[in-house]
């Protein structure tokens, strides 16, 4: 296939081995890159049973097919592995330089497999691959592991780093690229359990595309559109975080004191009529520098939040994003949008989620609260909703997995909850995976994607908040969030279209923007293939069925498709989505349409029939069913 | 588009003109041919609220894919059109040899549009089209007129022609293709409006093949599998009466005595321990005189059907095959075989559909018994159940449209029974298309598929039969055929492929040979270009979603996708499948499944990001839904 180098770095830790092999042609048809390639490599790769943190676990990292071609905001790089804080197939995406260089270097992944015994690096330079010690590096939190890189190596290396967290195993430990997060699912941890503590790569090549002239007008086509697109002022001034007032005030689904509320109740009260702190309207002509962008990202999103003075002077972090302002500010209570920034620079430095962190924090104050947790059980610490300097103090403890608090809280709420022996009645979290910013108590559609997505409480699986809350949005008019009717095939689309831009590479944020209809031509100049939009939709769907099967095959069901039990009995108490929840009955009639759209089995299990239509004949034999009923 | 012509020969009978126009290439990978090519032919070419029988409904005729290159079974030609019968979208369907000579004459595909004043026929040679005086074919039945033709004409002509029937706008009336009928949905009788008696073509070109060593290879290959299938000494032994046991006595689903009852139970009372005489394994030793194939089918299922003595003697029939043996057999209660292929040969010579023909005499045999109609309403005929006499009499005068009968039943069994003002409540038919020969009162997916099939009451467009009572078939397990759970995507996936088939021209008998599986490889030979399986049935998916939007547009919506009162309220007497109906309830709950796995809304309407993802854009704004719930 053009516009792909069709080479595939095999790296095996075990055997301190670098290899380079060609990559299918059917793989590439199929699969594409990116999201796509990674979870065909990871599915082969990881073994049935595979422990998550041993060395039979693998990590397969693919930039998109679009990534660093300079069509603007296609700058993902994913990662596919099987994930410690689930148990599931799990994807997780940075806007990564790393991957732009990998392609640069001559390559369309990379496949980490086996374990080493010291801790090493792998360095990638233009074609060439080699492991090098790294025990140097060993402790360093993630900016003092760039820092120590540059140093060391020279300046020009792309990085993937874990910090101390990964390395202690933290099952919500993230993978840092540049400063920019492969978030979710605790890949930090995989990287951490097989000594890989960072992965360098220099690339100096042309990146391989079928129509160099077509791309550079497509580029300049949408760079206009972009400039031109509402969207686009918004999210360069304020960022993500410009979903808060809508999500908060407007909606009341922004879940607050680990969801006892639908909104910041307690900060709202204390703004009167003007805005929350942790609102970008008040803090971001404050305390942002300078906008901070993935790369070829026209429209960037990211905002450098500096601190200069006061208790958190010396504060620099890119953030905080919408997700962190609930996760680090309304779950634990957060109210002081410096002690948020500061949590956020903490997290990123220890390499942990800071979604998991927060709302594992969250929990554990609840826990407090109820008396299942005395300060004896946390180092001493008086850990209280809002009460900032204990949450930071737990969250360092968290990252460092030290005394007891790291013990308890460093593999997120589900691990928590287990090794207290109580209060999953009130752990917020699906499969493991702890919730993102959207009470879904209110948006029965997101709630929906949440219990169904493959690797667990996901925002991004399906992105489907967009239509939920969004008025209208594509070619969906106002949807009724309140309701469960015939929201099966509405997550379905929203999860192929979501997992065939995490396949191009092009960011979610932009899906607004390209919808699907965009994609046949970036595509067409970038492979010379021709794909229908219907065609690439099914790639899509491909990816998310091979995801499914993959946690088939471990033997998650329909009964893991579950929410939790706060989201289904303990209705949003007042506001704007005040009594809504989302019963048991719901859910189980959101399932059987969501199964039927699928076109698995009443027990949540992909078809034989549809996964020989998705060209997935061996998982068919594998693991697809026969029963439709 | 290699392996097409990429020509499209318009005709247009008001204007007694020709023209050869260039396909787009977009429709030819969209489309690939057949129903596919067909289907958005005639889409656009007719208008909103078109008069099926006026001059604004136009006719496309397309030769499928793979139609005439050698790949076994792949024989079929597709007709779209408004349906007269049912006012919705219609595919007819025959192994045609008319598409064959088509092709080797150098057209994908022929668009009649208006209507001539006299009768005419259409010529084509060898790229060259031209419009003759039919006038001395007007009246002649269907043998007679290729007789006429060849005498005309000279040898070597492939053709369609109508019967009395088709002249005399009977809403049943078939295109007769060289003895093979494009038989539902009254295709004749808008041909017959048009006054366009017969299609003669002469093709001696080659059919264009993208690689022809590897359709050779192909041809062979599958010719072997072929072969040596079990199937293959079924079709070539009994036909597809060989069902009749199985769905007869097995099931207890062969609807007889206008669907009174679920299985011929005077038959088989009669015949004891024996064969009943429709069993093809009683007449065909007897009367079977050699095989019939359709162009390029290696595994014949046609009988030719020869009565040398007797009331009957001179019957000479291609048939009768499974349908035919329940709608002129056991609906109308006739046991005799040879009145059964005396009423076939009836039928194929005055050119009316023999399930529709048979349903609907059937109707007005009940409607006597009720008291509801009177010797003198049927021009003194003694209408009766059994009574073959008089069964032979009324199809003749329904074929010609004579006397009260004609008037009365030649449209079919609903306008019948609106010019009655009774008798709708045991009317076998939806959206005003006869059922064919399957009692869906106990096979639940089956009666799914015959409410929603856009044409109406329709065995062939999902074919999911096969997967409710087969046992296990393809990648199904044995469904339960009285369970209503979960029967949304099968009988989705079903049509998906079932239309795909009709786009490639292959049989429909040879779905449990070629699968989906085996298609791909055909496509890519034929074409030069790679097809995923996912991707060929997305296009089979595309055509199913064009026939819908054009439903929709002319305001058919999910009240349309009814059953009739019978099936609904009147359990199977006994047998088998005893105390088996779908309540109204049940079609509620299997629709809502259905539209989910479709990605439509309640109301049964594509979504406009359903179509918009099958690449149907256009579509999505001129009917596509944005309501979800």
């Known amino acids: 296939m053009k516009g792909v180098a069709g080479k595939l770095l095999v790296v095996d830790l075990s055997k301190q081995a670098v290899e380079t092999r060609e990559l299918p042609g059917d793989s590439l048809r199929l699969f594409l890159g990116g999201f796509g390639l990674a979870a065909k490599l990871a599915y082969d790769a990881i073994p049935k049973g595979a422990d998550p943190l041993g060395p039979e676990n693998s990590v397969a990292i693919a930039p998109g097919l679009l990534t660093g071609t300079g069509i603007p905001t296609a700058s993902k790089t994913a990662l596919a592995f099987r994930s410690p804080l689930t148990g599931t197939f799990c994807r997780s995406v940075a806007g990564a330089w790393l991957g732009v260089a990998l392609r640069k270097a001559g390559y369309d992944a990379v496949l980490i497999t086996g374990a080493s015994e010291k801790p090493v690096a792998l360095v990638v330079e233009d074609g060439k691959a080699r492991l090098v010690d790294a025990s140097d590096l060993w402790g360093l939190d993630t900016r003092a592991t760039r820092a120590a890189i540059r140093e060391k190596f020279g300046e020009g290396f792309r990085t993937a780093v874990i910090g101390p967290a990964g390395e202690k195993l933290s099952r919500i430990a993230i993978v840092d690229c540049d400063g920019r997060q492969a978030g979710r699912g605790g890949g930090g941890a995989v990287l951490g359990a097989k000594k890989l503590k960072a992965i360098l790569v220099k690339g100096t090549g042309d990146i391989p595309t079928a129509d160099p002239e077509r791309i550079k007008e497509l580029a300049k086509k949408w760079n206009e559109v972009i400039r031109d697109h509402p969207a686009t002022k918004a999210d360069m001034g304020y960022g993500s975080g410009e979903f808060l007032d809508w999500m908060n005030r407007e909606s009341g689904t922004f879940p607050s004191r680990n969801w006892q509320w639908g909104f910041f109740k307690s900060a709202y009260e204390r703004a009167g009529e003007g805005k929350i702190e942790l609102d970008p309207y ?3 002509p404050k305390y942002s520098a300078r906008n901070v962008a993935c790369p070829g990202c026209t429209k960037p ?9 006061g208790k958190y002077a010396g504060t620099e972090v890119d953030g905080p994003e919408y997700e962190t302002l609930y996760s680090l500010g309304g779950c634990p209570e957060v109210a ?9 620079e903490l997290c990123d430095l220890l390499g942990i989620d800071t979604i998991s962190a927060g709302v594992t924090v969250a929990w554990a104050m609840e826990a407090v609260e109820r008396g ?10 008086d850990l209280k909703f809002g009460d900032e300097d204990a949450f930071l103090k737990v969250l360092e403890r968290m990252g460092k997995r030290e005394g007891k608090v790291g013990e308890l809280l460093s593999d997120g709420s589900k691990a928590a909850a287990e090794r207290l022996g ?3 009645e009130f752990a917020i979290h699906i499969k493991g995976m702890e919730l993102p910013a959207y009470d879904i108590r209110g948006a029965k559609g997101v709630a929906l994607a949440f219990a169904v997505s493959f690797r667990g409480g996901c925002h991004l699986t399906a992105g489907v908040y967009g239509a939920e809350f969004g008025g209208s949005w594509w070619k969906f008019e106002a949807v009724d969030r309140h309701s469960v009717v015939n929201k099966g095939f509405e997550v379905k689309l929203h999860e192929d279209l979501m997992a065939l831009y995490d396949v191009l590479g092009i960011c979610k944020f932009s899906r607004h923007i390209f919808f699907l209809e965009g994609l046949p031509e970036l595509v ?6 021709s794909f229908s939009a219907g065609e690439l939709l099914t790639v899509g769907e491909r990816v998310y069925n091979l995801a499914r099967a993959f946690n088939v095959r471990e033997g998650f069901t329909r009964d893991h498709d579950h929410l939790p039990k706060r989201v289904m009995e303990d209705p949003i108490p007042e506001g704007p989505s005040a009594g809504d929840r989302v019963s048991y009955e719901e859910l189980q009639v959101m399932l059987d349409d969501y199964y039927e759209a699928r076109g698995w089995s009443r ?15 061996e998982l068919a034999e594998e693991v697809g069913s026969g029963k439709v009923g």
């Open 282 to 284: 008040y803090w971001a």
């Open 301 to 309: 999103c990211g905002k450098l939040f500096v601190i200069k003075e």
């Open 336 to 344: 002081s949008i410096e002690a948020v920034a500061k949590a956020n």
């Open 372 to 381: 299942f947790l005395k300060p004896e059980d946390l180092d001493g610490i």
């Open 422 to 424: 109580k209060g999953e």
């Open 524 to 529: 067409a100049a970038q492979t010379g293939l």
């Open 603 to 617: 027990a949540g299990v992909p078809l034989k029939a549809k996964l020989v239509s998705l060209d997935l004949p």
